[in-house]
């Protein structure tokens, strides 16, 4: 089993420009599956440290997800960062005024 926050024998940290390369040459769909093995690591290290998640990797799945037109996927996305113990910084908020935003145009998921 791989230690908390490394995937692939990286910390979850180790793959930003990678995200960005994805995203940028319109691997999505990579970019995306990245992401979510992404987000387990953040969430991970998170629990066995009892610190915050990084909300970076979650906020671009939620924008994968936009860039897609799949707003059920990025609504998930954004309400499950919703449920994460927060680090600290101005990102948490922008990404709450997301979720409420989405929220207003489709409505609460049902999960």
């Known amino acids: 089993m791989e230690k908390a926050g490394f995937v ?10 990678e995200v960005r390369r994805r995203k940028r040459e319109g691997a999505l769909p990579n970019a ?13 290290e998170a629990r066995e440290n009892r610190w915050g998640v990084a909300p970076w990797y979650y906020e671009q799945l939620a924008i994968i997800y936009s860039r897609k037109k799949d707003r059920a996927a990025e609504l998930a996305a954004l309400e499950r960062y919703e449920k994460q113990t927060k680090a600290p910084g ?10 409420d935003r989405l929220r207003a145009k489709i409505g609460p998921s049902t999960s």
Do not use: M, N, Q
């Not at 995306?32 to 991970?44: D, K, W």
């Not at 101005?90 to 979720?99: G, H, I, Y």
């Open 8 to 17: 692939d024998g990286r910390h979850y940290t180790a793959y930003v420009d």
């Open 32 to 44: 995306e599956c990245l992401l979510l093995r992404l987000i387990e690591a953040t969430e991970a």
């Open 90 to 99: 101005a990102r948490p908020s922008k990404l709450a005024a997301r979720l």
